[in-house]
């Protein structure tokens, strides 16, 4: 069992826990997940991890109800504890194994939206640690809905608040920001979007016409995490990848947001998921070992 030791609504339907979870805090690093269960008959939920403390042998998590799994889960408080907490699954964020004088030269955007602004979090705050401060835009859609403004601030070289309706920081969209940026002069090597699909789709849009590579995190598909369910094939490159097993980070530019937009809502449906292990065959899943070439479902 997995204590919890800490648990707050940090805003409408929007949850944060800290876990005491030694061996993932151990070995964990930014842009990896977890999979959360939270007793033996529950659903397995993957979650990136928000931040961790390995002194303390603690890792946080941030979630948002969605579905009965995650309602549940709202409802657990200080004390209570998960019956499986997995992890650290996934690969890190390219950055955690880059030279860090190379790093430090490089001009480095993140693009956070809505819950996106949790995983975005630890890796500002990695890069914070290691001396190179990067440019961070939040994006809500009201003051309201803002997350982890506070801990971002800490971390980041300067922080740009936007909201959809205007209510705090700049009006408008992530992108929009993302335009004035470039305009009033600055000039980036890197851009990380985590956020919504939608939202990635248009920010990769923008970076492209503006040439600035950009490396996007799928976790918003993932529903099983190990590959085994079908839920987050993508094609990327042209190139079939699954979100929880070979990302979940990949070239923004390289990826069919249209194509994975639509396969989330067919999945949605048992007549969906049927249809599409129907069409996929053998390349429907990832990692369960039965997928490769001449592989039966």
């Given at each position: 069992m997995y204590k919890i030791v800490q648990a707050k609504e940090l805003t409408t339907n929007i949850y944060l826990m800290v876990v005491e979870a030694k061996r993932v805090a151990k070995s964990c690093q930014p842009g990896q997940f977890v999979i959360v269960r939270t007793d033996e008959e529950g659903e397995r939920i993957p979650l990136t991890i928000c931040d961790y403390d390995r002194d303390k042998g603690f890792v946080t998590i941030v979630f948002q109800t969605v579905g009965a799994a995650t309602q549940k889960m709202a409802w657990l408080k200080e004390g209570d504890a998960f019956h499986d907490f997995?992890?650290?699954?996934g690969c890190p964020s390219e950055f955690v194994t880059q030279d860090i004088d190379t790093l430090?030269?490089?001009?480095?955007?993140?693009?956070?939206?809505?819950?996106?602004?949790?995983?975005?979090?630890?890796q500002v705050k990695w890069l914070h640690e290691q001396g190179i401060e990067a440019d961070v835009i939040v994006g809500a859609k009201t003051k309201d809905l803002l997350i982890l403004e506070k801990e971002m601030e800490e971390v980041a070289g300067n922080l740009y608040v936007t909201?959809?309706?205007?209510?705090?920081?700049?009006?408008g969209m992530v992108t929009q920001t993302i335009k004035d940026l470039v305009d009033e002069g600055k000039n980036y090597d890197t851009c990380v979007a985590i956020g919504p699909m939608i939202m990635m789709k248009f920010v990769c849009k923008m970076t492209k016409e503006l040439k600035i590579p950009t490396i996007v995190s799928l976790n918003p598909i993932m529903v099983d995490g190990t590959g085994m369910c079908g839920a987050c094939r993508v094609t990327v490159g042209g190139e079939v990848k699954?979100?929880?097993?070979?990302?979940p980070e990949f070239d923004?530019?390289?990826?069919?947001?249209?194509?994975?937009?639509?396969?989330?809502?067919?999945?949605?449906?048992?007549?969906?998921?049927?249809?599409?292990?129907?069409?996929?065959?053998?390349?429907?899943?990832?990692?369960?070992g039965n997928c490769t070439d001449g592989g039966k479902e």
């Amino acid at each position: 069992m997995y204590k919890i030791v800490q648990a707050k609504e940090l805003t409408t339907n929007i949850y944060l826990m800290v876990v005491e979870a030694k061996r993932v805090a151990k070995s964990c690093q930014p842009g990896q997940f977890v999979i959360v269960r939270t007793d033996e008959e529950g659903e397995r939920i993957p979650l990136t991890i928000c931040d961790y403390d390995r002194d303390k042998g603690f890792v946080t998590i941030v979630f948002q109800t969605v579905g009965a799994a995650t309602q549940k889960m709202a409802w657990l408080k200080e004390g209570d504890a998960f019956h499986d907490f997995v992890g650290p699954l996934g690969c890190p964020s390219e950055f955690v194994t880059q030279d860090i004088d190379t790093l430090k030269k490089k001009r480095m955007l993140f693009v956070a939206g809505g819950v996106g602004t949790a995983p975005v979090y630890p890796q500002v705050k990695w890069l914070h640690e290691q001396g190179i401060e990067a440019d961070v835009i939040v994006g809500a859609k009201t003051k309201d809905l803002l997350i982890l403004e506070k801990e971002m601030e800490e971390v980041a070289g300067n922080l740009y608040v936007t909201t959809d309706d205007g209510s705090y920081g700049r009006s408008g969209m992530v992108t929009q920001t993302i335009k004035d940026l470039v305009d009033e002069g600055k000039n980036y090597d890197t851009c990380v979007a985590i956020g919504p699909m939608i939202m990635m789709k248009f920010v990769c849009k923008m970076t492209k016409e503006l040439k600035i590579p950009t490396i996007v995190s799928l976790n918003p598909i993932m529903v099983d995490g190990t590959g085994m369910c079908g839920a987050c094939r993508v094609t990327v490159g042209g190139e079939v990848k699954f979100a929880c097993v070979d990302g979940p980070e990949f070239d923004g530019h390289q990826v069919d947001f249209d194509q994975a937009m639509k396969r989330q809502q067919i999945y949605k449906t048992e007549e969906g998921r049927a249809f599409l292990r129907a069409k996929e065959g053998n390349t429907h899943h990832g990692g369960c070992g039965n997928c490769t070439d001449g592989g039966k479902e």
